[in-house]
């Protein structure tokens, strides 16, 4: 361990993060929101003194950072920048208490897009445009956003990018994980402008289309306004967010194979292919029983199913319509879309659709093995064989997961609210899913909570984010031992 290199890096990034918060007080001094510039301006002084203080107190020490150290640092990141990135909430008291204001902000950096906000759609412009620029941080990660300038330290990012990229597998795109970092922004970053040009070719200002792409390029869901998309009724900007949201739950190192004409390769991936085949079945599904119904007519069902089941799949929670109205086997779709989740390297949460197709295929070696003891067989999705190795992390992944929903569950049900509520939102929580079925429709709010349960949703979202192992290390005997 190397606690002082943790806290220089922790410094720097803090730094790094106050530089970003001069966007949302631009913001807020161009609506002239002398309150909230007020807000803001105190937290970034407060941000750059506490740094340049643990600044001065680690100078001349070696930077070195190991698998321990990156953990540790990757963990007290989300933890230290949710805290200072709440400030403004607290300073302008757009929110009762500080535990609503941590539990907004980190529901944005992890891409949750659970709400304690009401009233929406009153609030100040720059507190509004800085809570949908979590989502977008969070979504492609801070850390590694920041490790693109992490040579300038005398740092490696590689364990730090390990720590805390999402899904079972690692995508180095280049040799040098700076390298990936950068090309990752950038084509994430090229994808998002994009869809802003389209949104404002929709009638969208400047304001709502770039806020409105955050939530969707972040897969998390926050829309400056309390009827999320449905806000807009548009049938073209739901259309141009289904699309988006279906890239924002992709792979994003399928787009640099793109980029590198390397297509054979994008196709024939497996994670990719079960990907659109599930979104693609659920859709149709969806948009049949609405049409049988007669609830709308084919090409409404149409567009509503895929909005919905893309926007579930990958954890958005845009809502384009009250969903929660509909029959009950189009909602127990969207049910099962919830837990499935985005592709690994996505920004999407869930369990990840790369670990449900390794599953299933566990599952249909398992009977394979047992109607012919000794075939051989071989699991993998595609082009894409998994070791043991894998197949024990996947596995001890979901059983953890599964634990993690449990005992939340149990410890939140000392609030008394009604069982299947808190049920929901453990797994909303946990699944940086943000809004569900089972009573938690596009009108709820985790206000409903008291000051301590929000604080364990808190901890839900950041250990869901982090993909449980990173968060729990630090809690373990082995991490602290020499």
């Not at 100078?59 to 200072?84: A, I, P």
């Not at 024939?268 to 079960?274: I, K, M, V």
């Not at 845009?318 to 837990?339: D, E, G, I, K, R």
């Not at 929580?429 to 206000?447: P, R, S, V, W």
Request: with cysteine.
């Amino acid at each position: 361990m190397h606690p002082k290199s943790v806290i220089r890096l922790l410094s720097f990034i803090t730094v790094f993060m106050a530089a970003i918060l001069l966007i949302p007080l631009l913001v807020s001094l161009g609506y002239g929101e002398a309150e909230g510039v007020d807000a803001f301006a105190r937290t970034i002084i407060l941000m750059v003194f506490i740094s340049l203080v643990g600044i001065i107190l680690t100078h001349g020490c070696e930077m070195k950072v190991s698998v321990k150290d990156s953990y540790l640092f990757v963990t007290l990141t989300w933890v230290v920048l949710t805290f200072f990135g709440a400030l403004p909430m607290q300073f302008t008291h757009v929110l009762d208490n500080f535990a609503q204001c941590y539990f907004e902000i980190m529901s944005g950096f992890t891409t949750t897009g659970a709400a304690a906000m009401v009233g929406i759609d009153d609030k100040l412009k720059g507190i509004l445009f800085w809570r949908n620029m979590t989502n977008w941080l969070g979504g492609m990660g801070i850390v590694v956003l920041f490790i693109a300038i992490l040579p300038a330290l005398g740092v490696s990012g590689t364990p730090l990018y390990g720590a805390e990229s999402v899904g079972p597998t690692k995508d180095k795109l280049r040799p040098k994980i700076k390298e990936t970092a950068i090309i990752l922004w950038g084509i994430y970053t090229g994808i998002s402008a994009i869809q802003v040009v389209l949104l404002m070719l929709g009638g969208l200002d400047w304001f709502d289309a770039v806020t409105v792409m955050f939530g969707t390029m972040g897969a998390a869901g926050y829309v400056p306004h309390d009827a999320s998309i449905a806000y807009y009724q548009s049938p073209y900007v739901e259309w141009v967010c289904t699309i988006f949201m279906f890239m924002a739950g992709t792979n994003f190192a399928l787009y640099f194979r793109i980029l590198q004409r390397k297509f054979s390769k994008v196709f024939r991936d497996g994670e990719y292919r079960l990907y659109w085949k599930i979104v693609l079945i659920s859709t149709a599904l969806v948009a049949g029983n609405l049409f049988i119904s007669g609830i709308y007519n084919l090409s409404d069902s149409i567009r509503q199913a895929a909005f919905q089941v893309v926007s579930f799949i990958t954890t958005t929670g845009f809502s384009s319509t009250n969903y929660t109205l509909w029959p009950t086997f189009a909602q127990a779709v969207l049910y099962v879309m919830m837990f499935i989740g985005g592709c690994a390297g996505s920004t999407g949460g869930g369990i990840k659709v790369v670990r449900i197709g390794a599953m299933s295929q566990l599952f249909r070696n398992s009977i394979t093995k047992r109607l012919h003891p000794n075939a051989v067989t071989v699991l993998r999705l595609g082009d894409e064989t998994f070791s043991n190795d894998t197949l024990q992390a996947i596995a001890g992944f979901v059983g953890f997961y599964i634990t993690n929903a449990i005992i939340g569950t149990l410890v939140l049900s000392l609030t008394e609210a009604d069982f299947l509520v808190v049920h929901t939102s453990v797994l909303l929580t946990l699944g940086n899913i943000g809004i569900g079925l089972g009573g938690i429709g596009t009108d709820f709010t985790f206000a409903i909570y008291p000051q301590w349960a929000l604080w364990c949703f808190s901890f839900l979202m950041l250990v869901g984010r982090l993909e449980l192992f990173t968060v729990y290390s630090i809690f373990t005997r082995d991490f602290w031992r020499r």
